[in-house]
């Protein structure tokens, strides 16, 4: 299966993610749900679904995703023809950046020419699902497709984030349309696309050529690119969540295109059943991980009180020393201070609460000190004269606010 696909993984957005998170690394490069990276899911796709050449696009802000991928990715043999190999824009026949995804897969035509690989999958690097790519293959080569694009079913409004998709007798797609609102009281299944795109090598070699001689927009893949196909090719839908394959359908999947939906599937993974199943045994999420000491709650040095957690996820190298810890997610070596109060939040690496703060519904920044009896959280007119907030009140604490 491995030498038969060839992965080529978008990294390239220009902060396209959720805002002001994405202001010093790309989309794909961002933290989440305690202890990973958002490309760590679609590499674990990947891994599990025994495809095993891997190119990362990159291009905005990259060093953080490429230093991850260092640390974290090189887990595949070269001796065996595996790699997870990170591409910045070679520039081979002009000085251009990437600048579109299409372009993307344009300026490195020669990779994907010179592979003996017999299938191209373009796979959106800042999206989390869990999915077994070697079912898509599967269902590809059995209907003879040229190109197979990957759907799943919408229902609540403002999901309308991807193409949506029409559908033809045994799921032909017969259109791809702009990204509309979901329109809850439509009648009739609701698909939009989902950021994978299984194409038989050779043909998408001719569209390239095509795209060459500039008979193609390049702005959204499925929209500018695949969508006329639908008119005269063979494009298959292939609907997210079957129970073929070897992950458990949970059909979940977030683009996490916003502040507040970055907020809310971070904080769904505090439910008791979580959305999306991070504990399948065979189905890790590998990641990079450093050698911290465990995660542990101290008495507070002056207080002696207890410090405490409640439902929520310490990564390795975090300690509460007498502060409190409610429903929030607490990225690695991160110091909650004593008589501290973190409600409703997530923190990323190195934060530190002073004495006696109370955060309540916040993101915070990598390293930032949050200084002692802050309040953050709490009155949203303050905050918005200091820092980002989300439509639904959400803070963010970037770095450099207290110098």
């Known amino acids: 299966m491995s030498a038969d696909t060839l992965i080529l993984i978008l990294a390239i957005d220009r902060g396209a993610g959720p805002d002001v998170l994405t202001q010093h690394r790309t989309k794909a490069a961002a933290p989440f749900g305690g202890k990973y990276r958002i490309i760590d899911f679609t590499l674990a796709n990947c891994l599990h679904s025994g495809l095993r050449q891997v190119l990362v696009l990159t291009q905005y802000k990259s060093h953080s995703l490429q230093k991850h991928l260092r640390d974290g990715w090189s887990i595949f043999n070269p001796e065996l023809g595996e790699f997870i190999t990170s591409l910045p824009p070679q520039m081979r026949q002009t000085q251009e950046w990437y600048a579109g995804p299409f372009d993307a897969l344009r300026q490195n035509r020669y990779l994907i020419e010179r592979n003996r690989a017999d299938q191209i999958l373009v796979l959106d690097g800042g999206v989390v699902y869990r999915m077994d790519y070697a079912e898509l293959v599967r269902a590809h080569k059995e209907a003879q497709a040229k190109v ?38 439509a009648t009739g299944e609701q698909l939009q696309t989902m950021g994978v795109y299984l194409f038989d090598k050779a043909f998408l070699l001719h569209e390239i050529d095509r795209i060459e001689r500039g008979e193609r927009e390049d702005k959204d893949l499925a929209v500018d690119v695949v969508a006329p196909l639908t008119r005269t090719q063979s494009v298959l839908a292939y609907r997210f969540g079957q129970a073929r394959g070897r992950v458990t359908p949970d059909r979940y999947w977030c683009d996490l295109a916003t502040i507040d939906a970055y907020y809310r599937a971070n904080m769904e993974l505090l439910y008791a059943e979580p959305p999306i199943d991070l504990y399948q045994p065979d189905w890790n999420i590998h990641t990079y991980q450093g050698q911290y000491p465990p995660a542990r709650t101290v008495p507070g040095p002056m207080s002696g009180n207890e410090g405490v957690f409640v439902n929520s996820m310490l990564a390795a190298g975090t300690v509460i020393s007498g502060g409190g810890v409610n429903h929030s997610i607490l990225f690695p070596c991160v110091r909650v201070k004593d008589g501290a109060i973190v409600e409703e939040s997530i923190l990323f690496d190195g934060v530190e609460v002073g004495e006696g703060a109370h955060l309540r519904n916040c993101i915070v920044e990598k390293e930032v000190v949050i200084p002692p009896n802050e309040q953050i959280g709490h009155d949203l007119k303050l905050d918005r004269e200091r820092f980002t907030v989300s439509e639904q009140g959400i803070v963010v604490v970037t770095r450099g606010i207290w110098g």
């Open 148 to 185: 197979t694009v990957a759907v799943r079913p919408v229902s609540s409004a403002g999901q309308g984030t991807q193409a949506s998709v029409g559908l033809g007798e045994n799921d032909w797609i017969q259109a791809l349309s702009p990204p509309t609102p979901v329109d809850d009281d």
